[in-house]
């Protein structure tokens, strides 16, 4: 019988509650997403189920399977008991002494400046551009400081979307209350192709960048405040990862980037770039274009700097 080896936090949190009855939301090749009863004290219902080689995040339970959830389809029953999960044909036990994954406190006090920021964010562009084949992201090009691909249909209304948030961000680093970015948000949420579009994964980048500094509170509160008016622009899947981005929670992949860059460790930082960057079709790097803004934005709301 298959078993889950690790749990996110939230996910471990979620079998503690059983047993309980949900329904599958949707599946691919290497994630199961279900939707169980609302707990209280969750961020969201949404959980998953994963293969081996699926990351581990807050809301995730990975297996040991090695291969895809065959037979399993969106409107399922799945069942939650004290000791396994039925759902489809598996039965997938719940070890008794359950490792869990939580993300790790991080202290940015190596990032001094923005030059510093912006230095390790070019050393991870220049390695990707060598190894992302074409057609690369649009996201990768503006991280590489160039323009967008003339044939991605999304790709101008994305680097405008980008530019426009990062200038709320210079203007409000100036403002005692930043006033809430609702259109600059707008303009971004639900852009894009794939099942979390770009602009989606973008926003989710810049609300984990802004979460490691406690100086940066109002300008991530003023974001936070603009996504939750907009959430509805963009679909369900997207709305589960940003509503744990907004509540101070990602994954292991976005946790070893924050985590080195943080270090000044240049091998792991790039390292951890390029796992991220394998992530999804462009989500990875997507989001890794709005880590570097959130960075930028917390770091100089650290420092009192302006962005330009």
């Given at each position: 019988?298959p078993s889950?080896?690790?749990?996110g936090?939230?996910a471990?949190a979620?079998?503690?509650?059983?047993?309980?009855?949900g329904r599958?939301?949707?599946v691919f090749r290497r994630?199961l997403?279900?939707?169980?009863p609302?707990?209280?004290g969750a961020v969201?219902n949404?959980?998953?189920?994963?293969?081996?080689d699926?990351?581990p995040s807050p809301?995730?339970?990975?297996?040991?399977?090695?291969?895809a959830?065959?037979?399993?389809s969106p409107g399922d029953?799945?069942?939650?008991?004290?000791?396994?999960?039925?759902?489809?044909e598996?039965r997938?036990?719940?070890?008794?002494?359950?490792?869990q994954w939580?993300?790790?406190?991080?202290v940015?006090g190596?990032?001094?400046?923005r030059e510093?920021l912006e230095?390790?964010?070019s050393?991870i562009a220049?390695v990707?551009?060598q190894?992302?084949?074409?057609?690369q992201?649009?996201?990768l090009l503006?991280?590489?400081?160039?323009?967008?691909?003339?044939d991605d249909p999304?790709?101008?209304?994305f680097q405008a979307g980008v530019?426009?948030?990062?200038?709320?961000g210079?203007?409000?680093l100036e403002?005692?209350?930043?006033?809430a970015?609702?259109q600059?948000?707008a303009?971004?949420?639900?852009?894009?192709?794939?099942?979390?579009?770009?602009?989606?994964d973008y926003?989710?980048g810049v609300?984990?960048?802004?979460?490691?500094f406690?100086?940066?509170?109002?300008?991530l509160?003023s974001?936070?405040?603009?996504?939750?008016?907009?959430?509805?622009?963009?679909?369900r899947?997207?709305?589960?990862?940003?509503s744990?981005a907004?509540?101070?929670y990602?994954?292991?992949?976005?946790?070893?980037?924050?985590a080195?860059?943080?270090?000044a460790?240049r091998?792991?930082?790039?390292?951890?770039?390029e796992?991220?960057?394998?992530?999804?079709s462009?989500?990875?790097i997507?989001?890794?274009l709005?880590l570097r803004?959130?960075?930028?934005l917390g770091?100089?709301?650290?420092?009192g700097?302006?962005?330009?």
């Amino acid at each position: 019988m298959p078993s889950i080896c690790i749990a996110g936090t939230a996910a471990a949190a979620m079998l503690q509650q059983g047993p309980m009855e949900g329904r599958v939301h949707s599946v691919f090749r290497r994630v199961l997403n279900v939707e169980m009863p609302a707990l209280a004290g969750a961020v969201d219902n949404l959980y998953s189920l994963g293969r081996q080689d699926v990351p581990p995040s807050p809301a995730m339970l990975v297996t040991d399977l090695r291969r895809a959830f065959f037979g399993v389809s969106p409107g399922d029953v799945i069942r939650v008991h004290s000791d396994l999960i039925e759902v489809g044909e598996y039965r997938i036990a719940i070890p008794e002494a359950l490792p869990q994954w939580g993300q790790s406190p991080h202290v940015c006090g190596d990032l001094a400046d923005r030059e510093t920021l912006e230095g390790y964010f070019s050393n991870i562009a220049a390695v990707l551009l060598q190894r992302v084949p074409w057609p690369q992201p649009s996201a990768l090009l503006l991280l590489a400081g160039r323009q967008p691909r003339r044939d991605d249909p999304y790709g101008k209304a994305f680097q405008a979307g980008v530019e426009g948030l990062e200038a709320w961000g210079d203007r409000a680093l100036e403002a005692a209350l930043p006033a809430a970015p609702v259109q600059e948000t707008a303009r971004l949420l639900g852009l894009g192709a794939g099942l979390t579009p770009s602009g989606d994964d973008y926003i989710s980048g810049v609300l984990i960048g802004l979460g490691q500094f406690p100086k940066a509170a109002g300008l991530l509160a003023s974001l936070i405040q603009a996504v939750q008016a907009n959430l509805a622009r963009t679909n369900r899947l997207s709305q589960h990862f940003l509503s744990y981005a907004m509540a101070g929670y990602w994954g292991r992949l976005e946790d070893q980037l924050v985590a080195a860059l943080c270090a000044a460790d240049r091998p792991g930082y790039l390292a951890a770039a390029e796992a991220l960057a394998a992530y999804g079709s462009s989500s990875g790097i997507d989001e890794m274009l709005g880590l570097r803004t959130g960075l930028r934005l917390g770091l100089m709301a650290s420092n009192g700097e302006r962005l330009c």
